[in-house]
């Protein structure tokens, strides 16, 4: 049997016609740019997320850069992350002249550490912006992490890319820090059919800035306050995101039943499966998994049809373009050992249970153990 780490196509299959009506319809309005769709949706989501301002752009990167710079953040000033995340954490406003700081992981959940953030920022002085990163759906503890942040006068963007839907202690992430940066990748849990991005906030402040920043940094037609750049959710993904919000909840809840098989059937196993905090609602837009002979595991499963992932095999600070920052290895332990073990496993909506039981059952051959 061939187990793809996700499939598309199949995760849409019962939205097809739907999803064509609607393209249709908006080829047929003429209306492409900034408008109605892309407002429909943005209410929605910010509904969703529980915010009052939304802003549609043109990826997760963007929502990042624009996010920052809505904040206030200029060339020079620094900001702080951890290392195991997707480059574009950082390189989105790197790439403005703003110096990434990074700060490691607790391996429990692989997200930030609070004490570790903490310890930063009494070490580290003149950070102004925290981004936190909801890695693979698992909500970061941000109680602690926003009540450091407010003691050193520090703003929080949650880099939500991979967490559409995931609640801390019942709330929607994205609409806990000041602002929120949200991925609509296809792969991800809520993707569209290209790039696009949303930012979240319920600053009017962050909101006005934001919408001037993404459309060349006007505030009404030809008039032009501050730089900017071109960044714009279109009306064609807007509007096919609109259909597949309603389905996002029933698909994190599938995600949910197959990490649950997934954990009955490898509970017994020497490896680390993803934990959930009992305040957490993982969305698992990926599975992971922790074990020492990860590269042997993997090629064993590629053997078997099984495709996996490494989310990701390089902590940023020691990837080649940062070595400018001077992070040497062993900087940021935790970071630097999942990136050794980490494996994503299949996950996806419509991955059926006999597909499940077969990665599953699969690792366990590997391991020796009884199937
Ligand atoms: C954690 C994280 N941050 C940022 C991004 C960037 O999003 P995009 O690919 O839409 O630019 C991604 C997506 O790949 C991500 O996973």
Redesign the pocket.
Known sequence: MDVAIFNLERDHRDLKDQLIEKFKDVLERGEYILGDEVRTFEEAFATYIGVKYAVGVG????A?RIGGLACGLEKGDKFVTTPN??I??AMSLSIHGLQPIFCDIELTTYNMDPQMLEDTLKKEKGIKLCIP?H?YGHPCMMDEILDICKRHGVMVME?A??AHGSLYKDKKVGGLGDIG?F???PT?NLGCYG???IITTNSEKIYKKAEMLRIYGQSSKHVHEIEGFNSRLDEVQAALLSIKLKKLDSWNKKRRHIAWLYKRELDDAPVVLPHEAPWAYHIYHLYVIRVKERDKLMGYLKEKGITTLIHYPTPIHLQHVYKKLGYEKGAFPNSEKASEEILSLPMFPSMKEDEVLYVARSIREFYGLKV
């Open positions: 990826s997760g990167t963007d990042i995340t997707y574009s954490t990163v890695l880099d890319c991979q940066a991925s609509f990748y991800k790039d696009g991005g």
